[in-house]
């Protein structure tokens, strides 16, 4: 359940779908009344599914969300020449500064970037990426170091280190390179994590191996790299056969080996990992490093995709609509794009709306699909942005025609074949004054967004997983959002999303750092058992309804009813509670007796009017560990003995310090083009 501000939302789309062609980049009102009449003149030109005349639908080569390459050119150099003087640079790019800044998202996992409260423009593909690791993971003896009270406890924890204890090394190693609980010492992190490494620690040998690769030490050391990653590798960790297998194939160590690439990828999938699962599925498709095989291709696709890896779903979606691989099924590849859009992927963006253009699998709908194409387009994607100029372009007035020109020229500079020739057509309509007014638009392209110009639209609740700054939400909070963001006591921080599991409504999303790199927040424990106790209380803290409750969270309290969900009869991935939820609690943790998180709030009866008594329903932490496991993400658990139980005030502290809200935003289409 998430919170809405304003005007109430169907799954978080967007506004009406008339509305948001109405502020599309100053879309003319008559243009907007001969909308449908405009597109549907244009379908009739060719039958569904058969691309139309005029409307683009495209299936581009799926890039590896790991690597930075593929984001959209922002300096002069980086657009083709032949494209230069139109958008306004000088041909030899004489002195031309960068415009603007990146659209990547911002940041790896460990989150670049982003600081001064800026939420960045274009496609989230970094957001997916492998989060750094290295960090102390699940079931450490020495969690509480990094969680509760770590300062009083450094002494011992370095006093064991000192003797030898592996895990004791890790801790401090991590410890020191993050400034927490010790100040900062790269240096002696190292000294640490190297000592950690000897002794045997998977997660120090794979962070440091990656710590060589990317040169962290001077430079970059990929036989070193190679070296350490290896032996974590031999111990089938997941995230070091992927590492591994990128090396492979981009050659970081030498000549690019795709068979050992595709040797490792093979054995990292094996052991569920999403990212290499999506690699070799690439290399299936594609027939590199391997005989091309589309039916395992697929099978790899869906197996990430049913993980919640946004790439993966837009790529079985595309097999699915294509028939490549499997069998050629609309309504299928209709359900995926629709994940895959609501985690903001741009190509599945556009596909629902060239689904929606046509009659694809869902209703004729041609305002829908515009406002799916204004998604598209800014988010940085070519067809998304020729599509939405083919339906600008016939507009009665200059400004709408200036806009399909500008975003004519967008496309055509990120490589939209039949953008320029578009644009060409158009140019025979405008006057000489009004084209160059498009072109000082098309430079004028938002790439960065602050939080006061973007659309607060909803809010939900999340808990911090990890000091890597990892939030565990529900998919359903963050379905649909074009930006999101963190409250901290001083101010709102971005986030990109890691995943999103529709099946278990979960997700993790991204903090980036805060300005000045300072931490406000504490870290939740995942139950260290596995028992659950029917019976026992409860305790949950979240942010509901704070247009009227108090806006700095609310606690509840209430009993483990039963160990089955909502979801199906005894689906035992759900547990059922009577701690009252509203809406903005989806994504609370649920708090047992010893302060270890059992579940996160999902939902509840109540909120299905279906009954007035507090029934409600969280996922089982068992299921969060399990997709945290197989995305490589750190988090902490709490220990399976010698707890005691907490009263009720101390589990209000403990709930109250890991969570924090969630803000969902939406693009302002009236601020499409930066004012002059």
Known sequence: MRAMTGRVYSRMTGPAAAQALALAVTLAAPLAATLAATLAAILALAPAPAAAAGMAVDFPPLRDPYLADGAPPHRCADVAPAEREKLGFAPDCGGQATRGGTT???????????????????????????????????????????????????PEIERLAAQGDTAAALAVGASLFSGRAMAPDPAGGRRWMERAADGGSVAAQRWLGLAHLKGSFGRPDPATAERLLRTAADKEDGLALYHLGDMAERGLAGRPDLYAAVQDFERAAAVGLPYAQMRLGQMYDSGRGVDRNPARAVALFKAAAEAGYGPAETAYAHHLFQGIGVLQDYGQALKWYNRAAGAGDARAINMLGYMLAQGIAVKQDAQKAANQFLRAAVRGDPTGQYNLAMLLQNGNKDSSRENAHALFNLAAVRGHAAAPAARQALERRMSQESILRAQSKARRWRDTWTVDELKHTSSG?????????????????????????????????????????????????????????????????????????????????????????????????????????????????FLQISAPVQPGNSGSAVVDEKGAIIGVVWGGLNAKKIVNQNVNFAAKHTVLRELLNRYGITYYEAKSEGDTRLSRRERYAVAKNMTRQIICYAFDMNKLFKPQ
């Open 104 to 154: 990547n998202g911002g940041g790896n996992g460990g989150g670049n970037g982003g600081g001064n409260g800026a939420l960045r423009g274009g496609e989230q593909q970094i957001a997916r990426r492998p989060p750094p690791s290295g960090a102390v993971t699940g079931g450490d003896r020495f969690v509480r170091f990094l969680t509760d009270g770590g300062e009083s406890l450094v």
């Open 461 to 573: 609740t999340g808990f911090v997983i990890n000091f890597g700054g990892g939030v565990v939400t529900n998919h359903h909070v963050v379905d649909g959002c074009d930006r999101l963001g963190v409250r901290l006591a001083d101010g709102i921080v971005p986030a990109d999303l890691v995943f999103a599991n529709a099946d278990v409504d979960l997700a993790l999303i991204q903090m980036r750092p805060p300005t000045g790199g300072k931490r406000d927040y504490g870290v939740g424990r995942l139950s260290g058992w596995d028992d659950y106790f029917v019976g026992e209380e409860v305790t949950i803290f979240g942010f509901p309804l704070t247009q009227y409750l108090d806006k700095d969270g609310v606690l509840t309290v209430g009993t483990l009813n039963a160990l089955s969900g909502w979801r199906g009869q005894n689906d035992q991935r």
